[in-house]
């Protein structure tokens, strides 16, 4: 991060631009909707500068720039045309440590001015360090379409109740979740939308009676690894949680979208290695619930397709804790799209079979008769281990040594590698891969370097959306 993001008060505080022209003009508009005092040096003067100078909303002072004027200023833009005036501006400020803006030129300014989505009290401020200012405003182009400009009046009538909820909620945890049920229910905003602040006042009212203090859980599939796959309602409640509890799967780009301050408690397994056992896991969602905290269960892929989902759930049902579950996009889907592997297709596979090479011990064996009939698709979770019994088995029973073999290997993330090979060559092809490995054995992988638009190597990705195609 070049530039730590802050907001800086500078109402009533004296403020000094240098240049009278069109530039200087936005700046202090910009200034002067903050509340600042502001200043105008220059020669000469736009004539909106000239106007709001007779109306004394600033001050002109027509003289060439001395440094003398910053003394007692809070910060100063430099917004000429002549690079040696805006050099001295920029010299004088440092050495008195004056925060400084030279339009135009990050490399001389010890602050710069974002883009900006004005929602008072609600500002959203983009930046892009100075190198990209197009595309800066480009993204701010696109929240103005996406923030509706009611929500400034949603963020002022919060805070003219924030006392009252401060006094009947004491906890600071509570407080936070009864705001998060009162702006993500929408109901509010729709009141105020409508013009209708009394009924949205009653509405802030009636829900401070409402219990606040119940824990739950979130079972959120977290996708296969590509954090762009979250889904919108799994992105929201990473946002909500107190606690989270991740897989080993769940990538750390994905991490870094939970909310800073909320636990992060890794109780990841692989095989032979299971970091917290299940039924701890299972017990630690019920304990953190039923302190009052929301819980996320955060799973690679999805959480009912070989996630244990269902294992986690009858425990908290016997705990009488309240829950909700998040489809997540599981491997097959994901890897297999990135890998441009159709899981069925007219011609060669009329069905689809997902399978898991980790079963608990003593577990009852695969039907290999049925997993081997040609038409179909296999996909086979976790199976890198049990390749030769795989291999073995499936030729066995019947299915061709040449059916064409995919091993995705860290599927849809940046580091994503794809093997392709014959059924015959399975144990070898999986010989040099460690991590997460999705097997798919059918005919359908004849087709991956026909499809394959994916390319970890460039992190591009397919879009319909104009504006992204050209981001990329």
């Keep these: 991060m070049d530039y730590l993001p802050i907001f800086t008060k500078l109402e009533n505080r004296p403020c000094l631009v240098v240049g009278g022209g069109s530039i200087a003009l936005r700046k202090v508009h910009l200034l002067l909707k903050a509340g600042a005092e502001v200043t105008v040096c220059a020669l000469q003067f736009h004539s909106s500068l000239l106007e709001k100078g007779n109306a004394q909303q600033i001050t002109l002072l027509k003289q060439a720039f001395t440094p003398e004027l910053l003394n007692n200023k809070w910060l100063v833009i430099a917004a000429t045309n002549n690079k ?4 001295l501006v920029a010299d004088k400020a440092d050495q008195l440590q004056v925060l400084v803006n030279v339009v135009d030129s990050p490399e001389q300014s010890s602050f710069i001015m974002p883009s900006i989505v004005d929602r008072s009290p609600i500002v ?15 993204i701010r182009e696109r929240l103005e379409a996406l923030l509706p400009m009611h929500l400034g009046r949603l963020a002022s009538i919060s805070g003219e109740f924030r006392h009252r909820v401060k006094a009947v909620i004491k906890n600071v ?3 936070r979740r009864y705001w998060e049920k009162l702006f993500g229910n ?16 009653q509405l802030m009212e009636s829900s401070l009676t409402e219990d606040v203090a119940r824990g739950d859980v979130a079972l959120v599939g977290a996708g296969p690894g590509d954090p762009s796959l979250l889904t919108l309602k799994a992105l929201q409640l990473m946002q909500q949680a107190d ?6 799967l769940v990538s750390s780009e994905i991490l870094d979208l939970v909310r800073r301050d909320a636990d992060l408690i890794s109780v990841g397994k ?16 019920v304990e953190y619930a039923l302190q009052g905290r929301k819980v996320v269960r955060l799973k690679g892929g999805d959480s009912f397709i070989f996630g244990r989902g269902g294992e986690e759930l009858e425990e908290l049902v016997e705990a009488g804790i309240a829950f909700q ?3 997540g996009i599981t491997a097959a889907s994901g890897c297999s799209a990135y890998a441009g592997i159709p899981l069925t297709h007219r011609d060669f596979a009329q069905s689809v079979t997902f399978v898991t090479g980790h079963r608990k011990a003593n577990g009852e064996q695969l039907n290999w008769k049925a997993l081997s009939i040609s038409n179909q698709t296999l ?3 976790m199976g890198l281990i049990q390749s030769e019994e795989i291999q073995t088995q499936l030729i066995a029973n019947g299915r061709s040594p040449d059916t064409p073999v995919a091993l995705i290997n860290k599927g849809t993330s940046s580091q994503q590698h794809v093997v392709i090979g014959k059924l015959s060559e399975l144990v070898l092809l999986g010989g040099g891969l460690a991590g997460p490995t999705l097997m798919i054995i059918g005919e359908v992988v004849s087709l991956a370097e026909k499809l394959a638009w994916y390319k970890p190597e460039s992190n591009q990705k397919l879009s319909r959306d104009p504006f992204l195609v050209n981001l990329a």
Aim: glycine residues 10%; charged residues 20%; positive net charge.
């Design 379 to 381: 996909v086979v979770y």
């Design 124 to 138: 959203v401020a983009i930046s892009s360090g100075g190198k990209a200012p197009v595309l800066a405003r480009l």
């Design 84 to 87: 040696e005036i805006n050099q």
């Design 243 to 248: 606690v989270v509890l991740y897989d080993r």
């Design 173 to 175: 945890s509570l407080r």
């Design 325 to 327: 579950v998040v489809p």
């Design 186 to 201: 929408g109901e509010l905003a729709n009141l105020l939308q409508k013009g209708q602040t009394d009924k949205a006042v």
């Design 270 to 285: 692989e095989a032979g290695n299971h970091e917290v056992g299940q039924s701890r896991t299972n017990q630690m969602l």
